[in-house]
């Protein structure tokens, strides 16, 4: 079957669900590195081999929400809470600007107060005059309201991260409290996209009660939405949240995680062609090269992280976070090594977008 499968992506043809399922399930070692080099053949002629660095700022562990999986839940009375000032963010997005990163990303728990609508709009206006409006934007600031989307995307934000956790309104239920609704979120994809986002979205890899056919509805999900961007990694547990104690103890646990994240990068690549796909942060907490063996598999953006390091531990919405104690300068210097050693270049100074997006508008 494989052998047909890999005929057919080579053809162009489009894969059927059972077909998706098949590929997702690879586990032999010389079968997934076939995967791979069919979806970096994809990678190379739709998106190139230009990483582009979205440096990410935590500003804010504060969180309104209680998702069953993350180790920042409103319920864990263990983390300490922190927020930065309007200036710190402000100064860490213009020395990214100044270090030729071409985006930042604005992320923090959930928060749908007004003084929280009014300060992101602030620090992007801040943000948008002091690169020029040049340094690309993206939000990953969880559901809001029309309106306020609206307001920050006419203050300099373009696009929007906001994973849908699973594609399938069963599985989400178990992951969440009753009053965090599905079809909300969905809906606030909708709603992105016509404000005028790049619109990304994604899932967790390897949850508890998640079967390799929800996966590949993810993939086909991601399509039917017609998304820009992904931004999915393995799920790890964090010990202090409810659905840790649903893992299965297994002496593979992360060999498999790790496998099934570059599995689904891979897929999605191929399914879905032009769309930019991050390899995140997770993979690099499985393994150390996690995130270039990610950028092999099909995906082409890194985010680097750029929060502070007095506020690393304190966000940790999983466990063994990798590089907690090096700082944004630290960062830059190790990825690019990492980078050049598998003969990608970065995309120093430039946006990235995604050129699906490019191609919808
Ligand atoms: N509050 C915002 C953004 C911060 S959380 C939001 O939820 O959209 C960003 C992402 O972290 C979530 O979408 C989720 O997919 C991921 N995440 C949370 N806990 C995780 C865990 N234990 N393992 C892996 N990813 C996790
Ligand atoms: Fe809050 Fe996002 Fe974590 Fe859910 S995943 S608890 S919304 S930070």
Known sequence: MRQNIFEKIDRGERLARDEIVALLNLADAAEREALYQKAYAIKRQRVGTTVYFRGIIEFSNYCVKDCFYCGIRKSN??????????DEIVNVALWAHQRQYGSIVLQSGERSD??????IEQALLRIRDGSGGELGITLSLGEQSDETYQRWFDAGAHRYLLRIETSNPELYAKLHPADHSFERRRACLDSLRQIGYQVGTGVMIGLPFQTTEHLADDILFFQQQDIDMIGMGPYLPHHDTPLAAHVAAAPDFEERQLAAGLNMIAVARIVLQDVNIA?????QALRH???????LAGANIIMPNLTDTQYRAAYQLYQNKPCLDEN???CQACLEGRI???GETVGYGKRGDSPHFAARS
């Open 289 to 295: 090269n996690g995130r270039e063996l990610g950028l």
């Open 340 to 342: 050049a050693l598998i």
């Open 114 to 119: 007004p003084a929280f609508a009014d300060f």
């Open 77 to 86: 009375p263990h983390v300490e809470r922190y927020q930065m000032t309007l």
């Open 279 to 283: 390899a995140t942060t997770a993979l």
């Open 328 to 330: 944004a300068t630290m």
